[in-house]
């Protein structure tokens, strides 16, 4: 009768492995929630701009500054620019990163994307020389104006 009696009660009739399974569950889901949540709101630091460096881009030029899509060997869009750096100061320059902005017709920014163009492959920059560079890029988003992006210098590194 003891049983009837907890029954009408509303109480459960417990068994330890779906309390066991039910904890597993939750703990799993809580997992991944923070996990998911923390991988979205990672902070990259990326190198800043030095105060040196930013008086210093006054004596970069970029010049012949072009841009063109093709199709690549794999079927897939590829839009490159090519242009020419100049070095006018008297710094040997180890690094330049530009960022590249990309944005749709509405003005928002659809892709940035960090790029060197100087220190590939150990070149470096000498003062009063001017280098080509080529940057591609096959993951623009659909939804760019299809215009140059904004290149904006991100960082130098001098070779002291």
Known sequence: MA????????VLPTNPMI?????????GAA??????YSSKHIEVKEPVLTPEA????????LSEVAMKAHESYLKQGVVEITGKISNKGDRLLKL???NCIFYDPYGQVVLRERVPI????GVTLPPSETRDFRLAFDNIPESWNQR????????ILFDN
Request: charged share 20%; net charge positive; hydrophobic share 50%.
């Open 3 to 10: 049983v009837n009696s907890e029954k009408s009660k509303g």
């Open 96 to 98: 330049v990163e530009i």
């Open 31 to 36: 997992g991944f929630l923070w996990l998911d």
């Open 148 to 155: 140059m992006p904004q290149l904006v210098i991100a960082q």
């Open 54 to 61: 930013k008086v210093y881009t006054r004596n970069l030029g």
């Open 19 to 27: 309390l066991v399974i039910a904890a597993v569950v939750i703990l």
């Open 118 to 121: 100087i220190g590939r492959r």
